[in-house]
């Protein structure tokens, strides 16, 4: 019964509605330089969903991601300042994300501790660490060829090169999630874990390893974020991890864990992309455009309890 | 049985969608009476039990109270006159005291609306003393056995005056001793002129507890009639409309060598030292009242849980501890007690659930292969005649017969050679209960080591091979399959001397 109205087609739904809205309302928006701009503003939220997504659907959470941004970010800036190579630098930084995600899933695995918990506790201790690697300095001047690989578009396309990165994972964790054996695994352990655990599914090592991915592509775009800014600072990305949220959320994964498709996700990270986009032509505030972050998040919650509840009522069930 | 019954059913008729669940159903209970409703799994006992306590509204016919037609247009307007419903696995605050768990939201006051204790534990003890059972009112839910739970959930609708209680399998996960006091509780209830609406797969509870019984059968009302006279077959005949083959066809096997072998298997404060085998052909059941640790040594042997001392292995190779996946890549499998936590995701899919502990085989490359997936699954669904519409239906949608082929099949599917059953037939209807006995003395013949966990006396001693019995964590008795009785299988579960 659920086929005929899926959360995800909705959002899809929104999506063109939301772009149609932009262009009769913005004469900005739907130009191509824009788009593009829109889709390369949104690469490092985009590319955390994808880690963020598997998570959720295992039924756990990271919220450490932007402060994993953050000190991947101040590692950078404060190993650029000190003279290394930018070719030594980009993995030491990607790799510290790797050993923060370890950290996030030893605690939450061994110790049986609450994701939710956990990464409330982290995001405020890497953002901490981010502060004691660059202080309070701001670091510039990264290599022309790097910075332009973070912001330029792939030549002949449209495409920023962040973003092209993002297809491709796309492509990669869509398999991944839906035709491979460690999808089916996901769903499962997301809505029984118990079931899932007793049909030998190696639960505590694939959570622990959905932990490390996450950290590793929260660290990725910490990257992508310094050098499209050209910028290496310690707040850098403070509070993405909400809109990263809002997106997966938005997209139909449930937060309770097994249920929700790629697809979803991506309508649901374009979607955000979108509004932010439309906001900022507005000349809106960040204040707004975060209260709309908020409601986003809260209204994609909501909704699918409010259809379910809603549904039985109208159908009868047996 | 004089007057208009307390509570009745007349002509009741209703649907979901396509599936009529119950078809011009009539039931009459009346004061004073233990009333049985019989069915298979799906025969619209549940839908029946809904439609009293108000959850339901019929399409056609009508709920008379005390004669005069009533519509419920809700579960707290059937409460309000008199019914209650009593499930299997009640729902208390465990948090809370037994005492405000029975007069929740209807607390005694004091002045200034404070609840007032005293009188509210007073209340509560005069309840359990009606009832002829000893619990503490003032004793926090949490902890409390299924079994006084439920006795929590009785005083409850003593204390609102109810006059139809309505049993849905209340015995299910009930040992022995508490069974027979929730009879004598029963008992109770029925002098003080209440009507009682019993449930249960167990036959034999329905014979030595009512008066009277009903039968449904595909939603249809088959029988109403005193028990007395009626034979255990002739309600079995009534319940599936055809002739039962013997319940418990265990058939010899020739017993090949030992495929499970468990040595001085120790879990700290749950069971000690606890030793046998298991031949490749044969049914060996463990036995024991809940509680005795049975579950607990499955749970160690297939690595769910782990144990402090003694060692499993498996064709002769030493299993590690606490690790369920080498379990499964040693051949061994495990259909868990708690279906519905351990044995399936109920979100997912027949053939995504059947295809769980396949993950590894179905791949081709990278990616599973749909096609394996539903063959798989549509083979076993095929070899264990389950009823479904389609594969990819959820398998909540199925009956708790039908879903416990699911689990089955989802481990049969691994081509075990030991095979542990946790409980094979609990809540399930007579028909797949045959249907699973007949499945598990094949699979022994196949020269599959079946170690079958079971509360169902009958059971154990018509399938098993060998009986072996635990009291408080330890083996107490190990009986061949001449010596094992009702009489010495229990005196080992209770500890006294075999």
Not at chain 2, 117 to 130: S, V, Y
Not at chain 2, 299 to 323: H, K, N
Not at chain 2, 352 to 376: P, Y
Not at chain 2, 452 to 457: A, E, G, K, N, V
């Amino acid at each position: 019964m659920a086929k005929v109205l899926r959360w995800d087609v909705l959002v899809g739904a929104l999506l063109i509605a939301v772009f149609a809205a932009g262009s009769l309302t913005s004469p900005g928006f739907a130009t191509v330089d824009n788009l593009s701009f829109a889709l390369g503003d949104l690469g490092e939220i985009a590319l955390i969903a994808l880690a963020m997504t598997m998570l959720v659907v295992a039924a756990e959470v990271d919220l450490s991601v932007a402060s994993v941004l953050g000190l991947s970010s101040a590692l950078v800036g404060s190993l650029w300042d000190g003279g290394m190579a930018i070719e030594a630098i980009i993995p030491i930084a990607v790799l510290t994300g790797a050993v923060c995600g370890l950290v996030n899933g030893l605690l939450v695995t061994r110790l049986g501790l609450p994701s939710l918990a956990v990464t409330i506790g982290t995001l405020a201790l890497y953002r901490g660490l981010a502060y004691v690697v660059l202080g309070d300095r701001a670091v510039a001047q990264f290599p022309p060829d790097y910075t332009a690989l973070a912001v330029n578009d792939v030549p002949g396309t449209p495409i920023p090169y962040p973003i092209a990165v993002f297809v491709l994972l796309a492509a990669a964790v869509g398999v991944v999630l839906h035709a491979t054996g460690f999808g089916r695994a996901l769903y499962a352990i997301g809505a029984q874990e118990q079931a899932a655990f007793f049909a030998g599914i190696r639960v505590k090592r694939i959570k622990l390893l959905l932990f490390v991915i996450s950290g590793t592509v929260a660290a990725f775009a910490g990257v992508v974020f310094t050098l499209r800014y050209g910028s290496a600072r310690a707040d850098n990305g403070v509070g993405i991890e909400l809109a990263v949220i809002a997106a997966v959320l938005l997209g139909g994964v449930d937060f309770d864990g097994g249920k929700g498709t790629l697809g979803g996700v991506i309508a649901g990270v374009l979607l955000i992309g979108l509004l932010r986009n439309l906001l900022m032509l507005g000349d809106v505030s960040t204040e707004i455009q975060s209260i709309v972050t908020g409601l986003l998040l809260i209204v994609s919650v909501l909704t699918p309890r409010l259809v379910s509840l809603v549904r039985p009522a109208l159908k009868g069930s047996p | 049985m004089s007057g208009a019954p307390t509570l009745a059913l007349a002509n009741v008729s209703k649907s979901f969608g396509a599936v009529r669940a119950l078809r011009d159903v009539s039931l009459e209970l009346f004061a004073g009476e233990a009333h049985a409703l019989a069915g298979e799994n799906g025969a619209g006992k549940s839908t029946l039990v809904k439609t009293l306590a108000g959850v339901h509204r019929p399409d056609t016919g009508q709920v008379l109270l005390n004669g005069e037609p009533v519509v419920f247009t809700g579960p707290a307007d059937a409460q309000q006159a008199g019914v209650a419903v009593i499930y299997q696995e009640p729902t208390l605050f465990p948090d809370l005291s037994v005492a405000e768990n029975i007069f929740m939201g209807r607390q005694p006051r004091r002045t200034l609306g404070r609840i007032d204790r005293k009188e509210m534990h007073g209340q509560a003890r005069r309840l359990f003393e009606r009832l002829g059972v000893a619990l503490d009112p003032e004793q926090p839910s949490r902890g409390l056995s299924i079994a006084d739970q439920q006795l929590v959930e009785i005083a409850k609708a003593l204390s609102r005056e109810a006059r139809v209680l309505v049993m849905d399998e209340p015995t299910a996960a009930l040992s022995g001793n508490e069974v027979a006091r929730l009879f004598s509780v029963v008992e109770a209830l029925r002098e003080h002129g209440c009507a009682i609406l019993f449930i249960s797969h167990r036959l034999d509870e329905i014979f030595s507890l009512c008066q009277r019984v009903t039968t449904l059968r595909d939603g249809a009302w088959i029988a109403s009639e005193p028990v007395a006279g009626l034979t255990h077959d002739d309600l079995v005949r009534r319940m599936v409309g055809r002739e039962l083959g013997t319940l418990y066809p265990k058939e010899a096997a020739e017993l090949g060598e030992v495929a499970l072998q468990v040595d001085r298997l120790t879990r700290e404060g749950v069971f000690t030292d606890v030793s046998f085998q298991v031949r490749r052909g044969e049914i060996v059941a463990l036995a024991g009242l809940v509680g005795a640790g049975r579950s607990e040594v499955a749970r160690a042997v297939f690595g769910v849980d782990r144990w402090d001392a003694g060692s499993v292995s498996v064709a002769g190779r030493p299993l590690p501890a606490g690790s369920p996946t080498a379990a499964m890549g040693a051949g061994l499998a495990l259909v868990p007690e708690d279906r519905r936590q351990q044995g399936l995701v109920m979100e997912l899919s027949i053939e995504r659930n059947i295809g769980l502990t396949g993950l590894g085989s179905l791949r081709r490359g990278v990616t599973i292969s749909r096609t394996a997936e539903r063959d798989r699954a549509k083979d076993w669904a095929v070899r264990l005649q389950l009823k479904f519409a389609r594969l990819s239906d959820g398998v909540g949608v199925l009956s708790g017969g039908n879903q416990q082929k699911v689990v089955l099949a989802k481990w049969l599917a691994t081509k075990p050679s030991v095979l542990i059953v946790d409980e094979p037939t609990r809540g399930i209807d007579v028909g797949t209960k045959a249907e699973v006995h007949r499945l598990l003395s094949e699979l022994a013949g196949q020269g599959i080591a079946v170690l079958m966990i079971s509360s169902d006396l009958p059971e154990v001693l018509g399938m098993a091979d060998r009986v072996l019995v635990m009291h408080e964590g330890r083996l107490t008795a190990e009986l061949s399959r001449a010596d094992a009785t009702e009489e010495s299988v229990m005196n080992a579960a209770t500890g006294r001397a075999a």
